[in-house]
């Protein structure tokens, strides 16, 4: 099975802040890597599919980058919005797997 | 509007068994594959199974292998989870999710909004 690794497990960031989450694959996973944010006691929100590609409606302060087994997720101007946990998926091969999940806090 | 609306959650014993249903509409829904992935309270996301648009292929996660049976019926637009053998550690809320795009296996565009599976030991 590929691992997937995140860091950090908790960022503490204010208002306006550049946020950068990584995740590590243990095997290459070429570009099928995926980034999700999930607000408390809600459903997971596709955001980025294919490492880089913003899903439709996403604001563009959301960016993803990588490739191979090292990927990262970019809020350029964190907005209040985006105090939540966020996962990376790859779904280059069965078993899907998730990253542990990174949780954003206000500073 | 896609919807996915899941059914069937509720507490049962270790060792019983539960039928989970996902009601899915807004969409072709024989053109997508579907998954199930879980959540266990303050957790992080477990995908368990996932089915091609015409059941061809069956995937499941290690820690359900022979005990959990992921089905479909088209004609009905719904997902299944029939849980057999159910352990403690299989209590979570379980997500009906709908492929990114016809076709092709992930990522994960729509979910539904959980069901909940208890299990007492």
């Known amino acids: 099975d590929i691992q997937m690794t995140q860091s950090p497990s908790t960022l503490s960031a204010s208002v306006g802040d550049r946020v950068t989450i990584t995740c590590r694959a243990s095997?290459?996973?070429?570009?099928?890597l995926a980034w999700y944010q999930q607000q408390p006691g809600k459903a997971p929100n596709l955001l980025i599919y294919?490492?880089?590609g913003l899903e439709s409606g996403v604001p563009s302060r959301f960016s993803g980058s990588g490739s191979g087994t090292e990927f990262t997720l970019t809020i350029s101007s964190l907005q209040p919005d985006d105090f939540a946990t966020y996962y990376c998926?790859?779904?280059?091969?069965?078993?899907?797997?998730f990253g542990q999940g990174t949780k954003v806090e206000i500073k | 509007e896609v919807q996915l609306v899941e059914s069937g959650g509720g507490l049962v014993n270790s060792g019983g068994s539960l039928r989970l249903s996902c009601a899915a509409s807004?969409?072709?829904?024989?053109?997508?594959?579907m998954s199930w992935v879980r959540q266990a309270a303050g957790k992080g996301l477990e995908w368990v199974s996932s089915i091609t648009g015409s059941s061809t292929y069956i995937y499941y996660a290690e820690s359900v292998k022979g005990r959990f049976t992921i089905s479909r019926d088209n004609a009905k637009s719904s997902l299944y989870l029939q849980m057999n053998s159910l352990r403690a550690e299989d209590t979570a809320v379980y997500y009906c999710?709908?492929?990114?795009?016809?076709?092709?296996?992930?990522?994960?565009?729509?979910w539904g909004q959980g069901a909940l599976v208890t299990v007492s030991s």
């Open positions: 999710a709908r492929d990114f795009r016809g076709g092709s296996s992930g990522p994960i565009l729509y």
């Open positions: 095997q290459s996973i070429s570009s099928w």
């Open positions: 998926q790859q779904y280059n091969s069965y078993p899907w797997t």
């Open positions: 807004g969409f072709t829904f024989n053109t997508y594959s």
């Open positions: 294919k490492v880089s």
